[in-house]
């Protein structure tokens, strides 16, 4: 599998170049250049597995064995989940008339982001130790991608990691979970302004490449394909938990509610519905509504200032 910018550069990138890298050369994302598409036979064969069992099936497709051998790629992501505290990693939770809540906040800060956020800790773990090299992590966050970010890679010696929190407009255990951790490879700051003012600065950065590439700097917002990759396993896991029979042909649609910030858990749950999973996607936003904007009306355009609401992880116009 190779990758290519969303601005059509950066052709044959590979998984690890891909890993390493926040925006594309061109200032595009990276995404695969192709699609897996999934027939009804696998979905069936796939309905019975677990989530860690999903997340390996679906990691395999988009990282080459090539580059991480797909026995050890599954070492990686059951070390990744080691800290979860729900036996099943993630887990359902049915009500009444048919809703079902999945519940993604069994990782170590409590953020669904833990789940994609630990392996792709290990990923880049992974390719540090065989490389020999060392990178600083450069994180803007409204809330939870900070404390989820630091978790994956605290102690971890051939990385740093530097995190951006708005000064006063995150929750308090969100800031307590990144100010608190003592390690020295942690460096949190807070900074005047939202959180889509910080990224400003952040994105100058990397759009230095010469700069970017000289400090081997990188980004773990949702920016970074590994993420996104990781998270396609949550809308196969609720489909499968929601279905009651795969049995029947065109297979029953189910439909999904994502509660959207930046939008990386729903171009997640696009990308699965691209690979033939018979969902349908209702993103749900905050006042901070750009997503919405966009999607019922074509209006990619920022509203004024980001308004600080009771979900602050949500606080986002656009990364």
Sequence with gaps: MKYISTRGGAEGTDFEGVLFSGYAPDGGLFMPEEIPLLDSNTLRAWSTFSYPQLVKELCSLFVSPELIPRQELNDLIDRAFTRVRHKDVVHLSRLRNGLNVLELWHGVTYAFKDLSMSCTGQFLQYFLKKRKKHITILVGTAGDTGSSAIESVRGKKNMDI???????????MQELQMTTVIEENVHVFAADGNSDEID???KELFANTDFARKHNLM????????RIMVQIAHHFYAYFQ???SLDITPLPTVEIIVPTGGGGNLTAGYIAKKMGLPIQLIAVVNSNDIIHRAVQHGDFSLSGNVQSTLASAMDIQVY
Excluded at 162 to 172: A, D, E, F, H, T
Excluded at 219 to 226: D, R
């Design 200 to 202: 400003e600065p952040i």
């Design 162 to 172: 530097i995190v951006l929190l708005p000064k006063g407009l995150c929750s308090q």
């Design 219 to 226: 980004s773990l917002n949702s920016i970074n394909w590994s």
């Design 242 to 244: 929601c279905t009651t």
